[in-house]
């Protein structure tokens, strides 16, 4: 276990369930998670984006044809559940009792743990042709990530605050590039030094190193990075993606002149962004610099 | 060799224009190839000639074009 986590449990702000990658966040945690989120609210206020708030669900449907599986089967996280004749029940708990396998016994329901804030976004805009000009959404959902590990910044459930630009490729792609100098600020204004990189996704296998290799010689994907728990590197508190058409074409998302829309999607690691606080400036929020405790309680 | 490859593309390209007949030196991905047909291309070709591209190989400008994939092949199959 990393020195950060150890401190972080032993503070009372991450509460272990016994499971990687899995806790309840103590208080003064919280509080830190949601004046930053009220950070980015009045930083962005001007942008005036569409709010929506989902539960952290998409419909298997709209999963399904997102192509996930595709790229990341090993981290998805579908909702299984027991819909079988009550004379099956006794077997299932027999099997529990006795530390048996009992998945097989459940069925796939309509809903999956949500991968990334943005997704259930997409599916809604399908029903017309956007207005001339595109959309601007704001999401925050918690995500699923199933990749269990000692890393206190890789959790398997976390939020993430996104803004997400439905438009052309141009109006993306500026929009885009134009916020990793934007959050930069914001997060240096906070004592994080953030540098941005250019980065890629964990696509699974053979063919996700391709895909991999694809995103990065593309510049589909930066990142702002600090260094907070793993001794391999810093770690990403913030991504800016590019999906070209990808979400358009999936969903039947069109521009106002027809054609199909392009996507982009800025997103904060919530949680990141509250360990990397922690980590600079202390376990104590009452101690950490004027400057920083202003822009965030102010 | 090269229509082996075009018949792959065909299959697995999702190419806007037919793959048997597009220049050899023709940019596959504007011709509308994915980065997931991509993908499909890789596998295919390595089962096609009975190779495995090592990672160095698996990167967007060796599937760019016919050229390039005939190139990575007779790199791997030493011309056998």
Redesign the interface.
Known sequence: MSTLLQDLISKGLLIPTGVDGVYGRGGVFEDVLLRFDSYISRLAANDKADVMRFPPLVTRENFEKS?YL??FPHLAGPVFSFNRPPADHATLLERVQAGQPWGDMLEMTDTVLTPAACYPVYPTLAHAPLAKGGRLVDVLSYCFRHEPSIDPARMQMFRMREFIRIASAEECHAWRDQWIERAGHWLQDLGLPAESAVANDPFFG??G???A???R??ELKFELVVPIANAEGPTAIMSFNYHQEHFGKTFGITQANGEVAHTACVGFGMERVTLGLFKFHGLDPDKWPAGVRDRLWG | MDNQIRTILKQHGKLGSDAMSLAEDADLYQAGMTSHASVNVMLALEGAFDVEFPDRMLKRSVFESIRNMRAAIEELTGGR
């Open positions: 192509g595709k790229s053979r063919g190193k391709m895909l290799a694809n995103q010689s593309q």
